[in-house]
């Protein structure tokens, strides 16, 4: 494990439904990412934080919401999601500033019915 | 923008034998840094290997090395001595060192299959 964990692992969720994804990074990092895995497509970044500003919101659809309430936690709450929307969600973690390296978490695995 | 481009979906190998994935960028900037991430099945993406591009020496992490060819915009990893444990999906990666955001613009990945 390299110190980024998320929760849940896998969510199967209807169009209607609200829930949230969990990320808790525990390396002292201060910037914290999340990314989208679709199947035969390179991952995308959706937002980023740094001391826990949003610095980053790569055109996501407002029905992806993220909350950072402190350097340690983040949150992805998900609402009216369309089945597109079903993939892989990784968090990562790092360093703030140029070139450090980026921890991920294992992701959550979405499923939108 | 900044594109990664990976140009072999899938590579096999034997196990103990060499193998190199290709990995090219597109990019006016000149100060940067390039990624190697490997993705096993079902597990955490981990960083393999770093290089910036302002060294022109090679970046080498025991039986990973990288040839960084900064005037070709090619970035290819070499896997010596191959092990089962590599079977993975490999990602390149790119980071502006001039632009602020921390932002990874990430290639779409080669399935790397490693046979006993």
């Known amino acids: 494990e390299t110190g980024v964990t998320q929760t849940p692992r896998h969510l199967v969720m209807g169009m209607t439904n609200k829930k949230s994804l969990k990320c808790e990074q525990h390396l002292g990092h201060n910037a914290m990412y999340w990314y989208k895995q679709s199947a035969k497509k390179p991952l995308e970044l959706m937002f980023v934080?740094?001391?826990?500003?949003?610095?980053e919101n790569n055109s996501v659809p407002s029905r992806f919401s993220p909350e950072c309430p402190n350097s340690s936690h983040l949150f992805l709450h998900l609402h009216t999601l369309q089945p597109e929307d079903s993939a892989l969600y990784l968090c990562?973690?790092?360093?703030?500033?140029?070139?450090?390296?980026?921890?991920f978490g294992p992701g959550t695995r979405l499923t939108v019915t | 923008a900044q594109t990664v481009t990976q140009s072999q979906p899938e590579m096999s190998v034997q196990e103990a034998e060499t193998v190199t994935l290709s990995c090219t960028y597109d990019?006016?900037?000149?100060?940067?840094?390039l990624f190697w991430y490997k993705q096993p099945p079902s597990r955490q993406m981990i960083l393999v290997i770093r290089?910036?591009?302002?060294?022109?020496q090679n970046a080498t992490e025991n039986r990973f090395s990288v040839n960084f060819q900064k005037a070709a915009k090619s970035f290819s990893l070499k896997i010596s001595d191959s092990q089962l444990g590599d079977t993975a999906m490999y990602f390149c990666a790119f980071m502006s060192g001039e632009k602020y955001g921390n932002k990874l613009v990430f290639g779409a990945g080669t399935i790397l299959r490693v046979k006993s």
């Open positions: 990562a973690s790092s360093q703030d500033g140029r070139g450090y390296e980026q921890y």
């Open positions: 290089q910036e591009a302002y060294k022109q």
């Open positions: 934080y740094s001391l826990e500003e949003r610095v």
């Open positions: 990019t006016s900037e000149n100060n940067y840094y």
